[in-house]
């Protein structure tokens, strides 16, 4: 069973940044794309980043330029690269997983995720 522990969120000033990592164990698939998702209160969760283990990436249009995926394959360890932070970027977020399928763009839709991790907490003051 995969399993995905999130880690590096917390509290910054609007226009600071922040690294969240996802340490991913437990496959072993030749095929995978992984994704963050957020979630803040009573809103919908919605992706924000996805990238396959090919490194094809696709992001949420309110974050190109500020955000960045990344994929560390030896370490299983996924990335976001939060730059230029907004309150409005202030949600819960998760990392995701979905194994064994081939994609030649990842998808931002939940549902086409199979594995979700605990989430972190970031919260953007003005």
């Known amino acids: 069973q995969v399993q995905l522990v999130e880690s590096g969120g917390g509290s910054v000033e609007s226009g600071g940044f922040l690294r969240l990592s996802c340490a991913a164990s437990?496959?072993?698939?030749?095929?995978?794309?992984m994704g963050w998702f957020r979630q803040a209160p009573g809103k919908e969760r919605e992706g924000v980043a996805a990238i396959t283990n090919f490194g094809s990436t696709t992001y949420r249009d309110p974050v190109k330029g500020r955000f960045t995926i990344s994929l560390d394959n030896a370490k299983n360890i996924l990335y976001l690269q939060m730059n230029s932070l907004k309150p409005e970027d202030t949600a819960v977020y998760y990392c995701?997983?979905?194994?064994?399928?081939?994609?030649?763009?990842?998808?931002?839709?939940?549902?086409?995720?199979?594995?979700w991790g605990q989430g972190t907490q970031v919260t953007v003051s003005s």
């Open positions: 437990g496959y072993s698939y030749m095929n995978y794309f």
């Open positions: 995701a997983f979905r194994g064994n399928v081939w994609v030649p763009s990842p998808p931002l839709d939940s549902r086409d995720f199979t594995d």
